[in-house]
Nanobody
Framework: QVQLVESGGGSVQPGGSLRLSCEDI?????????MGWFRQAPGKQRELVAA???????SYEDSVKGRFTISRDNAKKRVYLQMNSLKPEDTAVYYC????????????WGQGIQVTVSS
């Protein structure tokens, strides 16, 4: 089982930085599964922002390439999202998610954490 808890959100001015953290507090299979960060802005669909495989390969949605970095620490059972050069359009609720080890569907979700970028 996977149980995800996010931290690190908040409010920041445009151009600022935030680091989101997500811990798998069950921790039994964390190192074996891919992880992702999604976000959902008001009135919009949830979108995958960044993903990292169990082997450490990463991928990003086009609008965040070069600004966001996803990483993982298997020893701490954590995945991170470093967000730099933040823009107002990055404002959303951000969700950490974990894949099903059998078919790679995202089936485990954190509670969500608010990120607000505003002057």
């Amino acid at each position: 089982q996977v149980q995800l808890v996010e931290s690190g959100g908040g409010s920041v001015q445009p151009g600022g930085s935030l680091r989101l953290s997500c811990e798998d507090i069950s921790g039994s299979i964390f190192s074996l599964i891919g992880m992702g960060w999604f976000r959902q802005a008001p009135g919009k669909q949830r979108e995958l922002v960044a993903a990292i495989t169990s082997a450490g390969s990463t991928s990003y949605e086009d609008s965040v390439k070069g600004r966001f970095t996803i990483s993982r620490d298997n020893a701490k059972k954590r995945v991170y999202l470093q967000m730099n050069s933040l823009k107002p359009e990055d404002t959303a609720v951000y969700y950490c998610s974990a894949e099903d080890i059998r078919n790679r569907d995202y089936i485990y979700w954190g509670q969500g954490i608010q990120v607000t970028v505003s002057s």
